[in-house]
């Protein structure tokens, strides 16, 4: 019996382990994970406030390779903006325009890549295209989609084609009133949630507001449905590199249209 049980007892505790630690991950990711991005979702307090113009120098060097890319491509610096109050636009977000006005790049100056290319159509809608997808919108305003790891100019294209399937007359930007346009459409997205049920305002005035229970759990919900689409959206990055590639050297230019050299 001795005998047996030297042989027999690691193997059984080896495979035991194997089976609770893939347990605790699934765990974590489909229990635990969705159940704290639920609370964060229905007790965080969102605050409409403006951004202040600041000087460029203030974003501290991080993703300013991102503004690098956008101006050999064409695109026009208009200015950096803070959130001098808040948390997530500590440390600027340098905004610039298409040389059209209809294409506004938002580069989020943190250490992790984040920047989104934003373009207005008449009735209303954004079309959005991002590197780095942040929570959904639930107002039906904008209509995101992510294009992860892949150069500016991928995405760029990438957001070209999405602007043009959409097949509707676009709405130009005003460079002296990004800051406020921005803001404007954030209390937009605010109202329209509220009245859908999405969100509530927390104070009188209604600069500050929350996802209601039913939209955490729709931001929750989305949260999990974007998990099971990571490699949908890998191979369309790959797919839509190596098309932007073919396009650029039989074009011979960028998608904002300065020549460049065929090899």
């Known amino acids: 019996m001795g005998v047996y049980i030297a042989a027999f007892r690691w ?23 969705p159940l704290v ?48 109050q808040g948390q997530i ?23 992790t890549h984040r920047y989104a290319l934003t373009t207005r159509l008449q009735s209303g809608r954004r079309i959005r295209t991002v590197d780095v997808s942040g929570v959904a919108d639930l107002s039906g305003i904008e209509d995101t989609q992510m294009l992860p790891r892949v150069p500016f100019d991928v995405v ?16 130009a930007f005003d460079p002296d009133t990004l800051a406020a346009e921005e803001l404007a459409s954030q209390r937009e997205r605010a109202a329209r949630m509220v009245g859908m049920g999405l969100a509530r305002y927390r104070d009188p005035g209604q600069q500050v507001w929350s996802y209601s229970l039913r939209g955490a759990l729709q931001i929750t919900l989305n949260y999990m449905r974007a998990l099971s689409h990571v490699q949908q959206r890998a191979n369309l990055a790959k797919a839509k590199a190596a098309e932007f590639e073919q396009w650029r050297l039989r074009e011979g230019r960028t998608p904002l249209g300065p020549t460049v050299l065929r090899r």
């Open 89 to 111: 636009l500590a440390n600027g977000i340098s905004m610039l325009l298409s040389p059209d006005r209809l294409t506004r790049l938002s580069v989020v100056h943190s250490r």
């Open 37 to 84: 991005m639920l609370t964060a979702a229905y007790f965080e307090r969102i605050t409409l406030r403006p951004l202040e113009l600041a000087d460029a120098s203030a974003t501290a060097g991080k993703n300013v390779s991102v503004v690098d890319e956008a101006l050999r491509a064409g695109l026009q610096y208009v200015g950096t903006f803070m959130d001098r």
């Open 156 to 171: 760029l294209y990438y957001h070209q084609q999405r602007v043009a399937a959409a097949g509707e007359p676009v709405v």
């Open 11 to 33: 193997p059984d505790w080896a495979g035991l382990l194997i089976v609770a630690l893939i347990a605790l991950f699934v765990l974590l990711i489909w229990v635990v994970n």
